[in-house]
């Protein structure tokens, strides 16, 4: 990247945080649909579990302070439009469009143009008294996401600021699939009654389809089984969503980023997301499992905190000015 | 949509002369416009609008609830200046432009033209815009005004008077090439039989003037736009501009001096920045030079462009030119500098530091326009016929106290354009800005933003004050156009 003129600092703090909230809006949109979805095939019962939702997006505290007892309607209201909620899809996409508007000039005209798009469809949905159903919504703003990154992929040059945007939406995508694994097995697992029911069936198939994993699941290993779902999303090298692959993907673009080679490291971020890397690609799930599945999706949150301010300290922040200068 | 009870009022249309039939650089277009059927125009610009909206072009209004974002109003009847016209406005404004730089380069050195009693001295060292920090400097082919928008407004006479100079940091342009892709895209009919010569050249013109100016002759010169940021009301330009030319756009957080230069500061450490376009007030640009209190300067700028390291377009302390009073005296510049007669002249104005003027301004403050000698954007300004008896109290009192900050002009009959309002024509007041840049030579862009007062009656065409626009076309020369048809 050295030959091209490299990125302000402060854009690619934008860029990367562009990436972030698109794949943030996407994911919470994709949470509430297939929850939503979930809850229509549950008994009576087990029909009113929205709680889960809200711990997936790691707000369990605020959410239960603003609104007590969870149901369909305030969790909806809560993830999509509540723009007190920095989560919710109404805040990530106003946080892209307002990070986009201040790149303008770095993203393509077209790529700014969806975005825009997008933002005026949550606008105008959040100010509708009632909102158009739920399952459609969904849809509309996973769609707005994907084609976000079709434009991306087609109408921009692949230069650093493309790498921003992709290691934010990786590092994004790489941490929702830990929270809904780690939320979703705590839960589903301690049902000891329901395993081999329809409805251990249903509720795994969800988990897959929380991450769109579920037809590729059944392509890779057929009969739903917890084991091989937590490989499936953890260690998959092929699955877009898996965990270990948006790490592989996200390291790619942090060298690709600096110049240095993968497999080497130049700096501190570098150097995190390296170990990360090829702790997933030796892993084995027994291993996981046997320590706590809990356990390790903490270790390995706490581990993407640490990557992310790291990139921080290597890229974003303002350094000091001696000795640095280059004419 | 028709034409037929569209009336001129009395006053000077661009398209309809007064027996009502158009003039004839507008004919085809109005022959166009009628032959469509019911209810299109109005489909056209709804789609117009969704377009604005949905391509994000928006300006914020200060003091309005942050982040409220607006359209900037589109009609899409376009404006229509015929190449002879357009050919008198350019060469007026290559003279006047000229001048201009003559004068503050001159202002900024020996100022001969004070010593030679053309221009009265304390008129130029009482101006606000005045800097003495700009003392001396020598800017690159004494040019200081890199981009200027001029404003020019027609009078009931149909002649083109110069109404402001816009010096300093000039805005609108980007509105002018979008328009036209606006237009081109929702109304491509319109432009059917007539060659109207395309602005979409602007940005290869100013990247290429910003470049031609920077200090370090070796490598590739690195340009870049200067912003005060998101919330600034032309944000949206300083974005676009940068985009079209593909060079950054920065604010005062990302530039940094060391060493008596300027960097960018960016992933891989600082980048030297040769040429800033800078779209920030003289005020703000150097909190050590100038406000102590800028958030948006860079501490040190002011002193790297002093050593020539850096180029700054437009040049501090060019202001100097668009205080208000000393504009009544660029007729005399054009003929101190050029030896030439002004081809564009002056609007007629009252400067109220001289006795006589102030006193036929006081007396006749319910028909004049009267505006603070430092301000634009419409504002610290009184329409004296719409005004109120408390309105005129009000700046009858701030001229006494302060009579070298007024001058006063009278009202013009501004030109109207038909436009759409509901589900018909009606006449509306426009101007024109167009965009002149200067480098080692000068150029205009052709056309130009024309600003319509969307209200009626109203003369006030400022985008801050409820103000829409046009496109504005200008007709190739006859001899121009290519065999075989107009341009594509």
Known sequence: MAHT????????????????????????????DVHHNLMLDLPQGYADQWQPIVDTTGDRAVFLERYGAATQDNVVRFLAFDPENAN?????????????????????????????????????????????????????VRMGCHLIHGILHVTMSHNEAWQFIRLGTLLER????????DVKYFILLPSVSDVGTPYDDVQWSAVLKSVSGFEMYRKRYGRIAPDRIVEFLLLDGDFPRSFRYCIGIADRALHAITGTPVGTFSCASEQRMGVLRSELDFASVEAILAAGLHEFCDAVQTKMNTIDECINGDFFAQRPLVSEARA | ?????????????????EDGTARPHFQLVEEIIQSLSDGQLLRYKHAAERLLLQLGITFNVYGDTAGTE?????????????????????????????????????????????????????????????????????????????????????????????????LRVPSGVSYVLENREVLKRIF?????????RPVNGYPSHLLEMLESLAPH?????????????????????HSFLAQQMGVQLVEGRDLVVSGGDVFTRTTQGLERVDVIYRRVDDDFLDPQEFRADSMLGVPGLMAAYRAGRVALANAPGNGVADDKVIYAYVPDMIRYYEGEEPILPNVPTYLCWRDTDRKYVLENLGKLVVKAANESGGYGMLVGPHSTAAQREEFAVRIQADPRNYIAQPTLALSRVPTIVEDHFEGRHVDLRPYVLCGKDIYVLPGGLTRVAMRKGSLVVNSSQGGGSKDTWVLAAPASVPKGGRQQ
């Open chain 2, 188 to 196: 491509p009919g319109v432009f059917e039989g007539l060659s109207v």
């Open chain 2, 70 to 166: 607006r359209i900037f109003p589109f009609d899409l009847i376009p404006r229509i200046i015929p190449a002879h016209e357009w050919d008198r406005i350019e060469r007026g404004l290559k003279q006047r432009i000229h001048a201009l730089n003559a004068f503050i380069d001159d202002i900024y050195h020996e100022q001969k033209i004070l010593k030679d009693g053309a221009i009265p001295a304390e008129v130029v060292t009482s101006a606000v815009s005045y800097r003495k920090q700009c003392h001396g400097l020598n800017p690159p082919w004494g040019v200081w005004c890199h981009v200027t928008g001029t404003d020019l407004v027609r009078d009931s006479d149909g002649e083109y008077y110069v109404l402001e100079d816009n």
């Open chain 1, 5 to 32: 003129k490299p990125l302000l600092s402060r854009v690619a703090d934008a860029v990367y945080w562009l990436g972030r909230y698109i794949e943030r809006a996407e994911n919470v949109a994709r949470f509430l």
């Open chain 2, 1 to 17: 949509m028709q034409f037929s009870s569209y009336r001129t009022e009395g006053f000077y249309d661009e398209m309809f002369q």
């Open chain 1, 88 to 140: 919710s899809i109404y805040s990530c996409v106003l946080a892209a469009r307002e990070n986009a508007r201040s790149v303008r000039e770095t993203i393509s005209s077209e790529m700014w143009q969806q975005i825009n798009s997008l933002y005026l469809l949550i606008t105008a949905e959040s100010r509708r008294s009632e909102p158009t159903d739920l399952p459609t919504f969904c849809h509309q």
């Open chain 1, 174 to 181: 790489a941490d929702k699939t830990t929270r809904i694994l």
């Open chain 2, 217 to 237: 002759p070796s490598g590739p010169p690195r340009v870049v736009v200067l912003t005060p940021g998101i919330y600034n009301s032309a944000y949206f330009e």
